[in-house]
């Protein structure tokens, strides 16, 4: 069913409008990142977390970066949010000294651009991230078409220090290819799998298997979406340790972040139940 926001959301960001639109939030930088984090079981406290992309010139990013993909601009839309985030995130680590993860998606397009890996140096080199706490998450469905290309590029980035996640895994038709194929240090299952997986034998079965893999070829298993509690006290159950998804913590502005890692508290979901 399409309301009328709908429509006029669809109709705003069609066209020249969005052209207008894309190279107005690249020239202003009119965007920030939310952070989201990604728990582990035994602590329940955040091991690192995901920066996402918000602006108000597009309310679904996703289109944004779908508009961005057409256009000429896209790479540098992707090297200057990256900068934004890290430089977002540098201000935590800098004042908690904990050296949590920072997890950034980048389009395998781009990641393919030969001048990513200087870029991405470069940008490391402004802050006081290591590599090793950069975890640069990708999507497989461009990769496999190229697939030796991105081992090499992949190997390149692992080299270097950084470490490469494979996500929404279990959703594409060839992730499990670009698990075998490209050795991710992290990999990280779509959340279909952790919805009502405490219902389902079969989603059960199949978050074991991928769990089974990784555990035996030393790669760190991420669930996405868990959101009640019966689902993550299954994932828990079947092996799962680390998860993310709104129970725990919705993705949440750099200063809210900042409070709760430099209050050091655990005041999260569970403990703030107990
Ligand atoms: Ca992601």
């Known amino acids: 069913m399409i309301n009328s926001n709908d429509v006029i959301v669809a109709f705003e960001e069609d066209g020249r409008m969005s052209i207008a639109k894309i190279n107005d939030l690249i020239d202003n930088e009119k965007f920030e990142h939310h952070f989201q984090g990604l728990y582990d079981l035994q602590t329940l406290t955040p091991i690192g977390y995901e920066a996402l992309l918000?602006?108000?010139?597009?309310?679904?990013?996703?289109?944004?970066?779908?508009?961005?993909?057409?256009?000429?601009?896209?790479?540098?839309?992707?090297?200057?949010?990256?900068?934004?985030?890290?430089?977002?995130?540098?201000?935590?680590?800098?004042?908690?000294?904990?050296?949590?993860?920072?997890?950034?998606?980048?389009?395998?397009?781009?990641?393919?651009?030969?001048?990513?890996?200087?870029?991405?140096?470069?940008?490391?080199?402004?802050?006081?991230?290591?590599?090793?706490?950069?975890?640069?998450?990708?999507?497989?469905?461009?990769?496999?078409?190229?697939?030796?290309?991105?081992?090499?590029?992949?190997?390149?980035?692992q080299t270097e220090g950084y470490l490469i996640a494979i996500d929404d895994v279990g959703k594409g038709v060839s992730s499990l290819q670009a698990i075998v194929e490209l050795q991710p240090d992290i990999v990280k299952m779509d959340r279909f799998f952790a919805k009502h997986l405490a219902k389902s034998s079969r989603k059960q079965e199949m978050v074991k298997s991928i769990v089974t893999y990784c555990y035996n070829t030393d790669t760190k298993f991420v669930l996405e979406g868990i959101e009640i509690l019966e689902d993550l006290e299954m994932a828990k159950a079947i092996g799962v340790s680390i998860v993310q998804g709104f129970l725990l913590a919705r993705p949440e502005s750099l200063e809210v972040i900042r409070k709760y890692e430099m209050d050091d508290k655990e005041d999260n979901y569970f403990s703030a139940k107990r």
Do not use: C, W
């Open 54 to 157: 918000r602006t108000d010139l597009f309310k679904k990013p996703e289109i944004l970066f779908e508009k961005a993909s057409h256009t000429n601009r896209f790479f540098e839309l992707e090297m200057r949010s990256i900068k934004k985030a890290l430089q977002s995130y540098d201000k935590i680590n800098q004042s908690t000294s904990k050296e949590k993860k920072i997890l950034i998606n980048v389009f395998p397009s781009n990641l393919a651009d030969p001048d990513f890996l200087d870029q991405l140096n470069k940008i490391l080199g402004e802050t006081t991230l290591s590599a090793n706490q950069i975890m640069i998450e990708i999507n497989e469905s461009e990769i496999i078409q190229n697939v030796d290309y991105f081992s090499a590029m992949v190997n390149e980035l």
